[in-house]
């Protein structure tokens, strides 16, 4: 997977209405115009982390840089996110617990098959987790661009919660599994980490 900087989306837009064809036509991809059903993927992954706001729909749909004005207002935004992604990961993470996720693994680790009992529900941990380590990339992102000492110290709270709970949740879908399966799951959960202030896509 690649990924995109946060800054460089912001930094594409200017402070007023942005619309989605302007914003096709701007924001590149190697100096390549993005697919605009990727440039729409994005731009929610924005909205979902709280970067940008949509207005309208469809042709008259617009994005607006979006700042949360208050501390109270930026934390709570962040945990309610903490939370809804916490849960998406325990409710897959309690279907695939005890449950083979690879078969017919090779000797090289490079043929294998999913199992077709826990296949879904492994996609849907995939996609949760991975939005959970965005969130925590943009939470970096925010606290290396803000000069809020108090959100810096909340951000920093909320970035250990993340990266204790992804721990827990490592050890527990790794216990009682064999070394090959172990070593696949790890390879699939480090694709899925962005650098701080990157997105996936």
Not at 56 to 74: F, I
Request: aromatic share 12%.
């Amino acid at each position: 997977m690649q990924t995109i900087s946060i800054n460089y989306i912001l930094e594409s837009m200017n402070d007023g209405k942005n619309y989605f064809g302007d914003m096709w036509e701007t924001c590149l991809n190697n100096n390549k115009r993005f697919n605009r059903t990727k440039l729409k993927e994005i731009l929610k992954k924005m909205e979902e982390l709280g970067h940008i706001k949509k207005h309208g729909y469809k042709n008259d749909a617009y994005y607006e840089k979006h700042y949360h004005y208050s501390l109270e207002e930026n934390i709570g935004f962040v945990n309610n996110l903490i939370f809804t992604y916490e849960s998406k990961i325990n409710s897959a993470l309690r279907k695939l617990e005890s449950k083979k996720i690879f078969l017919d693994i090779s000797k090289n680790l490079t043929s294998y098959k999913f199992s077709k009992y826990t296949k879904t529900d492994y996609e849907s941990l995939l996609i949760a987790m991975t939005s959970m380590f965005e969130l925590a990339s943009s939470i970096l992102w925010t606290k290396e661009n803000s000069e809020d000492a108090e959100l810096k110290k909340e951000l920093k709270n909320c970035f250990k919660q993340i990266n204790d709970f992804m721990d827990e949740t490592n050890q527990k879908l790794l216990e009682g599994r064999k070394t090959q399966e172990r070593i696949l799951l790890q390879k699939d959960f480090s694709s899925k980490i962005p650098k701080a202030g990157y997105l996936k896509i």
